[in-house]
């Protein structure tokens, strides 16, 4: 049995080559003559897989180290009896802890709180709940719109996105990139959307680039109808817009699912279906663990003033990818590959919380206590 994995998916040296004969090629090489005898492909984002590189291959099985699958050319692989898998949920923490920092920088920029601002989630899968967990733990209220989700299971709880954009003080997408299902979200960022926006809010992307017209987020940035922009995931990646880069007030090479968490988790899952697929034991999964953080123990006294956001930051703070993305965009994917992989808040524990911080300490994720 062979297994093709893509180069740069972390935690699966080693124990892979438990499961069959491996081969780690680069997203790049992910050609029909190096796939020709493989029978499953462990991939990421920038694999594209379909008719280009999948015809007359012996693949029987893809699993991506992502929750995004847009990569994949379903149509394809159904035609031709070659199961696909994503690993739904695998950096869903890592993408709250994301937005959780970003705000948290914001809020401190913009000399504000979080508590009572509004925010609007679109897309409330895996990610979206997680993003809402830490908006009620920083004291947002919390709107929410998915249509998929409302026409299986209810209005209730849910709200159009003309009401979010009304009434939210911050808007954040998680939603698939793709143009031909029931509700398409390509470009579902546009003018005429953008335009909907009644409270200035700051508008955060960390799905997938093409979900917004970077067009419309430029002339809304422009004209002062989004206070600030936040964008991990762009148009063309990696060769992203400068103009949008230069406009952005936290720019990141989409990194925001790069917990070390999250990226073993996503590994363990392409194991996992191999696995399962082609039934052979998966014992060595257990050895997948992420590395301690160097310093576990974070002591919120070192902090003057909001200790709560400097505390999240000090889990993963966005500024220092983003300087290097401004110095550098045309490094994007290099500055992916190399990135040094934060881990999420539950590594942390926090010494000398007040009560109250605890409390919101605890819902974000930490091990927070008083002595
Ligand atoms: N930046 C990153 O590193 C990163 C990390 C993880 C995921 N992602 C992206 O985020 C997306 C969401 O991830 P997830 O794990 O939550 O996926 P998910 O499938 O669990 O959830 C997506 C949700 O979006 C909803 N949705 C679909 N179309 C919609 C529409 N038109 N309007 C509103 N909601 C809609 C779905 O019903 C679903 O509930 C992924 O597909 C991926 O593209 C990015
Ligand atoms: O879809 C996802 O899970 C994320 O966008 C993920 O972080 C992409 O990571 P990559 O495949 O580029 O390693």
Request: include cysteine; proline fraction near 4%; charged fraction near 25%.
């Amino acid at each position: 049995m062979k297994i093709v994995i893509e180069a740069s998916v972390p935690y699966l040296r080693g124990i892979a080559e438990q499961f069959g004969d491996v081969e780690y090629l680069q997203s790049n090489d992910f050609d029909k003559e190096h796939l020709k005898d493989a029978d499953a492909l462990i991939i990421r984002s920038i694999t594209k897989c379909n008719a280009q590189n999948l015809e007359g291959t012996s693949v029987k099985l893809i699993t991506t180290a992502t929750a995004g699958f847009d990569h994949i050319d379903q149509t394809f692989c159904k035609e031709n009896g070659i199961v696909w898998k994503n690993s739904p949920g695998c950096n869903a923490d890592a993408v709250a802890q994301y937005v959780a920092s970003a705000l948290s920088l914001m809020a401190i920029r913009l000399k504000t709180s979080l508590e009572g601002l509004t925010i609007g989630i679109v897309g409330v899968g895996h990610v979206g709940r997680r993003v809402e967990l830490i908006a009620r733990a920083f004291g947002m209220k919390v709107l929410r719109n998915d249509p998929p989700r409302e026409e299986k299971e209810g209005s209730h709880g849910f709200c159009s996105i003309d009401e979010i954009m009304k009434k939210s003080d911050v808007v954040t997408f998680h939603t698939p990139l793709n143009r031909d299902s029931k509700f398409p979200t390509y470009h579902l960022i546009n003018d005429e959307l953008l335009k909907k926006a009644q409270k200035t809010p700051i508008l955060i992307n960390a799905c997938r680039g093409a979900v917004a017209d970077s067009k419309a987020l430029i002339k809304a940035k422009n004209e002062g109808i989004i206070k600030a922009l936040i964008i991990d995931c762009w148009e063309g990646e990696p060769d992203i817009n400068r103009q949008l880069l230069s406009l952005a007030d936290i720019a990141t090479p989409h990194i925001a699912g790069f917990s070390a968490d999250g990226k073993c988790n996503g590994a363990k899952m392409c194991l996992e279906n191999i696995s399962k697929f082609f039934d052979i034991p998966s014992e060595a999964l257990r050895k997948m663990q992420p590395e301690d953080p160097e310093n576990p123990l974070i002591n919120i006294n070192q902090f003057e003033d909001n200790r709560v956001y400097r505390t999240q930051l000090e889990s993963f703070n966005p500024e220092k990818i983003d300087k290097i993305l401004r110095l550098h965009p045309e490094n994007f994917e290099t500055l992916r590959k190399t990135y040094s992989y934060p881990r999420e808040m539950k590594a942390y524990t926090v010494r000398g919380a007040s009560e109250e911080e605890i409390a919101v300490l605890n819902k974000l994720g930490f091990n927070a206590m008083s002595y």
